[in-house]
C-alpha cells in the first residue's frame, strides 16, 4: 500500500472550514484513498472514502487531484467536537489481504472558538 | 445494534501474566481485526480474521495469538506479558472489501 504524508498539526476556526491535506505520490490505479479521524484516543472513526472522482456525505467532501497523487478532505463548518487526529490512507480495495488498513501519525486538527 | 464492543476496558497485567481480550460484533461482518496504538502514534495492525475459523497476521504479530471460533467474537490473547505490549487495543469489523471498518471503544493494558 502507498504511503502518505501529512502535515503534523493544524488550526481551524470554529464555523469555517477545515482543509487538511495529503500527499500520496506512490498510489496506485487500484488503490482508494480513505479518511479516518480519533477524537481523544477513542477508536477511530470512518469518514469518507474515494477513488478518483471526489465525493461528498454528510460528515465531509473528498477532493482528489486528477493525478491522484494528493487529496484533501474539507471538513465544511467546523465545530469543536471536530477536534481530532485525521488519518490519511491508502490501500487497495477488494481482495487485498482482508482489506488492512496502514495508519501513519495522522494530522492533529485543533478547532478553536 | 452495539456496534463493536471490547472486553475488559482497563487491565493492569504483571510481567510473564498471560490475558485474553474480547471483541464482539453483532452486525454479521465477516472480517475483524486487532490493532494496537502506543502513544503519539497511529493504530498497527496485529492480526486479522477474514471469516470465522480464518486468522492471519498483521504488523506486528509476535507474542499474540487470536482465535476466531464464532463469526461475531475475535479473541487476542497474551501468552506471557510483557511490558512492551503495554499499550491500547483496539478491535474493528467490517464486511470486508473496499467497505469502511467500525472500531470499538479499545482496551487499555498495562504491562508492569
Known amino acids: 500500500d502507498a504511503k502518505t504524508t501529512q502535515p503534523p498539526s493544524m488550526d481551524c476556526a470554529e464555523g469555517r472550514a477545515a482543509n487538511l491535506p495529503c500527499n500520496h505520490s506512490t498510489i496506485s490505479g487500484n488503490e482508494y484513498v480513505y479518511w479516518y479521524r480519533q477524537i481523544h484516543s477513542q477508536g477511530p472513526q470512518y469518514i469518507i472514502h474515494g477513488l478518483k472522482n471526489n465525493e461528498t456525505n454528510e460528515m465531509a467532501s473528498l477532493i482528489i487531484t486528477e493525478d491522484r497523487k494528493s487529496s484533501t478532505l474539507i471538513l465544511p463548518h467546523a465545530t469543536l467536537r471536530d477536534t481530532a487526529v485525521y488519518y490519511c490512507i491508502v490501500r487497495v480495495g477488494a481482495g487485498n489481504q482482508g482489506g488492512k488498513l496502514i495508519f501513519g501519525q495522522g494530522t492533529e486538527l485543533s478547532v478553536k472558538p | 445494534n452495539a456496534g463493536v464492543t471490547q472486553t475488559p476496558k482497563f487491565r493492569v497485567l504483571k510481567t510473564g501474566q498471560s490475558m485474553t481480550l474480547l471483541c464482539a460484533q453483532d452486525m454479521n461482518h465477516e472480517y475483524m481485526y486487532w490493532y494496537r496504538q502506543d502513544p503519539g502514534m497511529g493504530l498497527r495492525l496485529i492480526h486479522y480474521?477474514?471469516?470465522?475459523?480464518?486468522?492471519a497476521k498483521g504488523e506486528v504479530p509476535d507474542g499474540y495469538n487470536v482465535s476466531r471460533l464464532k463469526k461475531q467474537n475475535f479473541l487476542l490473547g497474551l501468552e506471557s506479558a510483557a511490558p512492551s505490549q503495554t499499550s491500547v487495543y483496539f478491535c474493528a469489523s467490517n464486511r470486508g472489501g473496499i467497505n469502511e471498518q467500525f472500531f470499538g471503544p479499545g482496551t487499555r493494558l498495562t504491562v508492569l
Open positions: 480474521s477474514v471469516g470465522e475459523g480464518t486468522t
